[in-house]
Every structure is written in C-alpha cells, then in structure tokens.
Antibody
Framework: QVTLKESGPVLVKPTETLTLTCTVSGFSLSNARMGVSWIRQPPGKALEWLAHIFSNDEKSYSTSLKSRLTISKDTSKSQVVLTMTNMDPVDTATYYC????????????WGQGTLVTVSS | SYELTQPLSVSVALGQTARITCGGNNIGSKNVHWYQQKPGQAPVLVIYRDSNRPSGIPERFSGSNSGNTATLTISRAQAGDEADYYCQVWDSSTAVFGGGTKLTVL
C-alpha cells in the first residue's frame, strides 16, 4: 500500500525557514520509475508546484521560488525534505507531497497535506 | 512560463454531461493530467496522459486533447462529482497546474 505523509511545523514566523518532511511507504525512493514532488495550495486557491526529486537525485524547482527552495531525500529513511527560506504570510498554505510516475508523468498518490501558517 | 487557463466554474444538471476545458499554447503537444479535489481532501488523479483512466475511476470520466484545448468530460454527472478539477502538464521539467474549475451539479 502506497502512502505519503507530510510532517512539519503548523506555525512559522515571518523570515523563518520552513522544513517539511515527506515520509513514504509502499515504494522506494531508489525506484527509477518514480519521484516525489512538493505542491502547495493557499486557502481557497489553486495548486502550485514547488519542486521534485527523482531516484538519481535529479531535482527541479519552481522558477519563481527557486532561490528559496531546497529539496533532498534520504532513501534509507524513505524521506523527502523540503526547505523554504524567508517565509512570508503569503506562503500560508497546505503543503502536499505527491508521487510521480515517470512512465505517465502524473501524480498517482498524494499525501493528506499539512497546513502551514505564517504569522508573527 | 507556460500557462493553463480553466473556467472558474462549470454547472451541470444531474445526469447530464459536464465538460471542463483547459487552455494552453499548443497544449495538444503535451500530456495533460486531470485531478479531482473535494473540500478538505487531497487531489485525486482522474485522467492521465490526456485520456487514460486510473484504476478505480469510473468510465464516466474521459479526456481529450487537441490544438490549444484539453477537455475533461464527465458523463451522467452525479452529486458526488461536485468538486474542484485541475489540469496539469509538464513544461521544461516543471509542473504547471491550471487555476482550477469548480464543478457544481444542480
């Protein structure tokens, strides 16, 4: 059974750095046919793609947020970590991690999401 | 950067056919995926690579893609289909989502 679960702080202060962890099960981060992305959704708004990472450590970032994002993985722990620096209230959102299948390029499994609020 | 345009809302009578469009420059040359999101839940993949249904998705859901428009079609709409729908493509190794369409079943 494939699952992804996001974890991290529910509240961060402006200018702080956010660190989110996605713990996966039911598949391996070393599987060449799969990768993991982070996607966020501000309250009442659309989905916004942030970054992805594949088994060969290939990474890609949102053009608009690239300077603030870092994605990494620990295959032995089945975890993908996203850090976002210099948080601002506009970054308040539900953050999802999702699995991507390289053969279809679609997101077939999603985590439940974690709401992060940026406020002083 | 590549942009996807969706109508904010679509309404459909119960049992009728709903069509949700996703516009983009030459989108027909890309693979389009569609996700359904109900309130308080994570998105669910309903169509991948233009017209393929994942296991467990009813045949009522279908997709097409040509020219500058991709379309998600929901036949015999049910109350349970009421949700937000997002299209998604890849452009230069980055994923792009449409703005989402709220489907209302009347």
């Amino acid at each position: 059974q494939v699952t992804l679960k996001e974890s991290g702080p529910v509240l961060v202060k402006p200018t702080e750095t956010l660190t989110l962890t996605c713990t996966v099960s039911g598949f391996s981060l070393s599987n060449a046919r799969m990768g993991v992305s982070w996607i966020r959704q501000p309250p009442g708004k659309a989905l916004e793609w942030l970054a992805h990472i594949f088994s060969n450590d290939e990474k890609s970032y949102s053009t608009s947020l690239k300077s603030r994002l870092t994605i990494s993985k620990d295959t032995s722990k089945s975890q993908v970590v996203l850090t976002m620096t210099n948080m601002d209230p506009v970054d308040t959102a539900t953050y999802y991690c999702a699995r991507i299948l390289t053969v279809t390029t679609s997101y077939d499994y999603w985590g439940q999401g974690t709401l992060v609020t940026v406020s002083s | 950067s590549y942009e996807l345009t969706q109508p904010l809302s679509v309404s459909v009578a119960l049992g009728q056919t709903a069509r949700i469009t996703c516009g983009g420059n030459n989108i027909g040359s890309k693979n389009v995926h569609w996700y359904q999101q109900k309130p308080g839940q994570a998105p669910v993949l309903v169509i991948y690579r233009d017209s393929n249904r994942p296991s467990g998705i009813p045949e009522r859901f279908s997709g097409s893609n040509s020219g500058n428009t991709a379309t998600l079609t929901i036949s015999r709409a049910q109350a349970g289909d009421e949700a937000d729908y997002y299209c998604q493509v890849w452009d230069s190794s980055t994923a792009v989502f449409g703005g989402g369409t709220k489907l209302t079943v009347l």
